[in-house]
Structures are given as C-alpha cells and as structure tokens.
T-cell receptor
Framework: KQEVTQIPAALSVPEGENLVLNCSFTDSAIYNLQWFRQDPGKGLTSLLLIQSSQREQTSGRLNASLDKSSGRSTLYIAASQPGDSATYLCAVRPQGGGNKLTFGTGTQLKVEL | DTAVSQTPKYLVTQMGNDKSIKCEQNLGHDTMYWYKQDSKKFLKIMFS???????INETVPNRFSPKSPDKAHLNLHINSLELGDSAVYFCASSQGRVAASNEQFFGPGTRLTVL
C-alpha cells in the first residue's frame, strides 16, 4: 500500500528566503507525481507534474525534482513571497494503470514579511 | 471560464438526511473523481469514473452513490448522513485513464457539515 509523507508539516520563513519542501513515498512504482497548492477554504491548484521518467520540472520560481528509486521528491521555491503562503500537497499516481492519486499529508507554509 | 465547478460550496444538514453534491467540468476530460478531505486535511480518493463508467471505488460506505449522467458531470449522492461524513468533498477531472499527462484538475470543494 502506497504511503506518502511530507516533511515538515509546517514551515514559517521570512520573505525572500529560498526553501525546500520534501515528499517521500514508500512504493517507487509510480507513473507520475504531482505537486498541488491549497489555499485556506479553497480547492487545489496543480503546480507541477513530473513523469516517472523525468528528473525535474520547472515553472517560474518553482522547481520540482523526482528521485523515483529512492522514493523522494522535492519542491524548491525560490525567493519566497507572502503570496506563497498555502498548504503544499504532493500526490503520486501508481504505475500500471489506474488514476488513483495517493496524497501526502501536506506542508503548511507561511511566508512572513 | 470555470474548469471544474461544484455546487453547493457549503452544505449544512441534519444527521439522517439525504443530500447531493454536483460537479461539472468543461475541460473535455474523460475521467472524473471524488475526493474527501477530512478534518486533518488528509485527502483520499473515493470514486473515479471514466466515460460514465465506474473505475475506482475505494472502500466507501454504500450510503455514498456517485452518478455520472455524461462524461462532463459526476454527482455524489449521500444517504442517511452521519456526523463522520462532515468533510470537504473535492471533485476533479483528468484527460483520460492512460493519457501521458493525466494531470488532475480540482474543483473548489464543497464543505459538508452534518449536525
């Protein structure tokens, strides 16, 4: 059974700092991994999707890496801004068909002025 | 230009009632999903439909019955609501079962409170 863990559970940083969010998964047989952002009381916004054959994906100040063999992904946020404050979730899709996403526990990020 | 929409956004009801949540996507996707986010913010899949066919059914009580009248809609009906059903329910959609990208897009959620 796939289990996805995110560390840390909560993080508070000053504006401008570069930061890394971690995601680990127990079963490396994944098809892809997706990073989401959830704002309080809102839905999920997809940030990046990495296929199992890829090592990283970039979008603006965000960079996500994937090391499938070790069951890890990181989300790097450069030059953090207060608007980046949200909960960040990673989710993995299993290999071999099926669209079931298994979500991590989330990292609640607060970027302070 | 909403991609995945859900109604209602908030739902407050008494234990024992029956209620429905509606979901629509205008992305032309083939696959739709229902997820439940509990009080600890943990998201878990409940159901998935592909072209109106049920393909994922996690161990959800049979009081929950999804219905897909067409591939753009996936509604969730809940019978005999219980206190433990209180959660935020998210609808999502993706291009297909085996599409290379298969990125999932989520609706804004429906916060269900059972009193």
């Amino acid at each position: 059974k796939q289990e996805v863990t995110q560390i840390p559970a909560a993080l508070s940083v000053p504006e401008g700092e570069n930061l890394v969010l971690n995601c680990s998964f127990t079963d490396s047989a994944i098809y892809n991994l997706q990073w989401f952002r959830q704002d309080p009381g809102k839905g999920l916004t997809s940030l990046l999707l990495i296929q199992s054959s890829q090592r990283e994906q970039t979008s603006g100040r965000l960079n996500a890496s994937l090391d499938k063999s070790s069951g890890r992904s990181t989300l790097y946020i450069a030059a953090s801004q207060p608007g980046d404050s949200a909960t960040y979730l990673c989710a993995v899709r299993p290999q071999g068909g099926g669209n079931k996403l298994t979500f991590g526990t989330g990292t609640q990020l607060k970027v302070e002025l | 230009d909403t991609a995945v929409s859900q109604t209602p956004k908030y739902l407050v009801t008494q234990m024992g009632n029956d209620k429905s949540i509606k979901c629509e996507q205008n992305l032309g996707h083939d696959t739709m999903y229902w997820y439940k986010q509990d009080s600890k913010k943990f998201l878990k899949i409940m159901f998935s439909y592909n072209n109106k066919e049920l393909i994922i059914n996690e161990t959800v009580p049979n009081r929950f019955s999804p219905k897909s009248p067409d591939k753009a809609h996936l509604n969730l009906h809940i019978n005999s609501l219980e206190l433990g059903d209180s959660a935020v329910y998210f609808c999502a959609s993706s291009q297909g079962r085996v599409a290379a990208s298969n990125e999932q897009f989520f609706g804004p959620g429906t916060r269900l409170t059972v009193l």
